[in-house]
């Protein structure tokens, strides 16, 4: 996905994002779950592990909390001290919520590597210009700033502020300065960008956009089986009756409908690995 036409993947990231925080059903949030993985370790996978040790105790404690304080459901578990009962129904709700979330945030990792800021420009150039070049600079700025934070922890670490060994308060101190010479420098150069926009002209006339993407016809058949699905997956819960519960006992029905939205999910959630499958079998060939 990341060399498809950023129409076809702002539009595709934005159906599967949507998708995943609004439809939370047990197949949903386990398919979306593994297949954001499985892209994720395929476009970055240093830093979808990064996100996942970040996650995985969070997602841990926010699970931990629910089980303990909610005692929705009618099948009880386990009677717990507290007085509440571990039911089954909360267990299940914890556990895909808590998939969902993990979703989400491996979803944004793939956005981050496959939108970058030249395509925020092309899809917001000549609409919003304005927005465009905020998101750009934004996309820009945060991993510009780790990068910065790192030069400065490594230069500063000759003059005797090491962040990483020492005393607990010494080590905060340099870490203070460091973080301050970052942030100055970071200034710095926001000033000169102003500068440097300024006297190029920026906003004295109407801006032109040139753009080096082309719309081809794999970008169409993606963008086509993207609308297919959601057209299936809206359909088959507003239309034909497909539905989820799992309050006050776990509903998961699997009629046609049910079996035709979870279908068109999964399929749309396999559609960048099969990309990037696809492309790595062309190379080989050649």
Not at 47 to 64: D, E, N, Q, R
Not at 96 to 109: E, M, P
Request: hydrophobic letters at 50%.
């Amino acid at each position: 996905m990341d060399k498809t036409h950023p129409i076809t993947a702002a539009i595709y990231f934005a159906a599967v994002i949507l998708i995943t925080a609004i439809v939370q059903s047990p197949v949903f949030s386990a398919a979306a779950l593994v297949c954001s993985a499985g892209y994720a370790l395929c476009v970055n996978a240093r830093t979808a592990l990064k996100m996942l040790g970040v996650m995985i105790p969070l997602l841990v404690m926010a699970f931990s909390v629910n089980i303990f304080f909610n005692n929705q459901g009618s099948t009880e578990l386990v009677k717990l001290p507290t007085g509440n009962s571990l039911t089954l129904e909360s267990l299940l709700y914890s556990a895909f919520t808590c998939a969902a979330a993990a979703s989400l945030v491996l979803w944004f990792v793939t956005v981050n590597r496959c939108l970058t800021s030249d395509k925020m420009i092309y899809l917001f150039s000549k609409i919003l210009p304005s927005l465009g070049l905020l998101l750009s600079m934004t996309l820009r700025a945060v991993p510009a700033f780790a990068r910065r934070v790192k030069q400065t922890a490594a230069a500063q670490r000759f003059v005797g502020n090491d962040i990483y060994s020492g005393k607990p308060m010494s080590r905060i101190k340099s870490g203070v300065r460091v973080l301050s010479a970052a942030v100055t420098d970071s200034l710095e150069k926001s000033v000169y960008t102003a500068k440097s926009m300024k006297y190029r002209g920026y906003a004295t006339a109407k801006r032109t956009a040139y753009s080096v993407f082309c719309f081809t016809a794999k970008d169409g058949m993606i963008l086509l089986f993207t609308i297919i699905c959601i057209g299936v997956i809206t359909a088959s819960f507003t239309v034909f009756g497909a539905e989820y519960r799992y309050y006050p006992s776990v509903l998961l029905p699997f009629n046609a409908a049910d079996i035709a939205a979870d279908t068109a999910w999964l399929l749309l959630c396999l559609v960048p690995t099969i990309s990037v499958i696809a492309e790595k079998a062309v190379r080989r060939e050649r």
